[in-house]
């Protein structure tokens, strides 16, 4: 049985991968801030500002999945949050490479997050491949510095995977919950000009993306794990509201009362970026969930109920 090593193992993608990992056969576990060798999925130590990791969480493992990273969207963007969502990127991936280097393992591959927040805030109707340029905001400087500790991974010789996430779909967190709401109160309307590109993807699709990327031998580098049609803030909630049979107001949410509640985070909501999955189509990934509608029906059927 191969095993899995997972960071960022409690969150909402982790969560999910588990599930899917051991549904297949894997055997499953986490590194995090505790230990619990007794626990049914075993938890291993890792103290990111100490620069320590338990050995044993490395000695067994098969592969790395790396999510860990603070929420970009949890809290709001004080200088010290905005400090703690760039580290806690760099320095964890930083750490593993450590790891990696100076520790006896038989890892194959590491599969890392990133996020299309490399490209910007906005990039209006630019359809955006893994070859696209940087952007200058911050998230982007955050995702380029997270992506330079990960080379450092493949530099080191072992086959590396970046994971450039989108809009994650799920009704059990992340950005649909926020969504759906006032969309169910009949309050729901498109969010500044609606124009803005959402590449959205839904968490069952980008589970399966890593362990696609883990299992497939030829896969390296960066790919874009987006759905293939990415839609407009006005479609995505238009959609929504037609599954959920409810009226999406006339007048759009205005971008000042975005920025007046949000700050500087407001700009995720208000910018967007269209961006291709073709390469990960090219090589072999088929997409369950290609088509928003479809998507977004399997999400919120139970809602419907």
């Excluded at 890392?112 to 990039?123: H, M």
């Excluded at 950005?175 to 109160?185: C, D, G, N, Y």
């Excluded at 910018?271 to 073709?278: A, E, Y």
């Amino acid at each position: 049985m191969q095993r899995v090593l997972i960071t960022g193992g409690t969150g909402l993608v982790g969560s999910h991968l588990t599930k899917l990992l051991l549904e297949k056969g894997y055997d499953v576990c986490w590194l995090g801030r505790t230990s619990d060798t007794a626990a049914k999925i075993i938890k291993y130590k890792w103290d990111i500002g100490k620069g320590y990791i338990d050995p044993e969480a490395l000695a067994q493992t098969d592969y790395i999945i790396h999510l860990a990273g603070a929420g970009v969207a949890d809290k709001p963007w004080t200088t010290t949050r905005k400090q703690e969502i760039l580290e806690s990127r760099t320095h964890s991936t930083a750490l593993l490479t450590k790891a990696l280097r100076e520790m006896s393992h038989r890892v194959k591959a590491v599969i890392a997050a990133s996020a299309i927040g490399l490209y910007g805030l906005d990039t209006a109707d630019r359809l955006l491949t893994e070859n696209a340029p940087a952007g200058q905001d911050f998230l982007a400087r955050v995702v380029q510095a997270w992506e330079a500790e990960t080379d450092l991974i493949a530099q080191s010789g072992l086959r590396t995977v970046k994971l450039r996430i989108g809009i994650v779909l799920s009704n059990k967190g992340g950005a649909l919950p926020k969504l759906v709401q006032p969309i169910r109160l009949c309050v729901g309307a498109p969010i500044g000009s609606g124009k803005q590109w959402m590449s959205w993807i839904h968490i069952d699709d980008l589970c399966r993306m890593f362990i696609w990327a883990m299992e497939n031998p030829q896969a390296t580098g960066a790919y874009n794990a987006v759905a293939p049609n990415p839609a407009t803030n006005e479609a995505v909630t238009k959609t929504v509201g037609k599954i959920l049979h409810r009226p999406i107001l006339p007048l759009n949410v205005p971008a000042f009362t975005i920025k007046l509640i949000f700050g500087e985070m407001g700009n995720i909501i208000l910018g967007g970026n269209k961006v291709s999955s073709r390469r990960m189509e090219q090589e072999g990934f088929v997409f369950r969930y290609p088509q928003l509608e479809e998507a977004l029906h399997d999400l919120l059927a139970v809602q419907t109920v």
